[in-house]
């Protein structure tokens, strides 16, 4: 497993942008580059919803289509870490945003649901004012 930390979140007004970020801990970065990594999101009274995935090359992206032309994700592995690019947002997307990693094999594509994955984050709340 891996130790995550996401960081970016606020509040917002809509229309606004806000980048999430997703790093490895510690020694943990060691595999983050072997991870595909998702974004989930759960607002209040609600099932947790995905959001965004990647794949560990970041050639393979997926995107919701709840927010598709609006969030962008992408990777730096250099870095360890993860971005999600959030533009146009809207009330709807209130929630707190988690990301979520597993490390795979080269050619496993990245999953949408969240028993693809087994390390997961503390969340970041993500407020967006009308």
């Known amino acids: 497993q891996v130790a995550l930390v996401e960081s970016g979140g606020g509040l917002v007004q809509a229309g606004g942008s806000l980048r999430l970020s997703c790093a490895a801990s510690g020694s943990s970065g060691y595999t983050f580059s072997r ?3 998702g974004w989930f999101r759960q607002a209040p009274g609600q099932e947790r919803e995905f959001v965004a995935a990647i794949s560990r090359s970041g050639g393979n992206r997926i995107v919701s289509d709840s927010v598709k032309g609006r969030f962008t994700i992408s990777r730096d592995n250099a870095k360890n870490t993860v971005n999600l690019q959030m533009d146009g947002l809207k009330p709807d997307d209130t929630a707190v945003y988690y990301c979520a990693a597993k490390s795979v094999i080269l050619t496993v594509p990245p999953g949408v649901h969240s ?3 087994d ?3 503390q969340g970041t709340q993500v407020t ?3």
Do not use: A, I, K
Request: negative net charge.
């Open 119 to 121: 390390s997961w984050g």
């Open 35 to 37: 991870c595909n990594v």
């Open 128 to 130: 967006v004012s009308s």
């Open 115 to 117: 028993e693809s994955y």
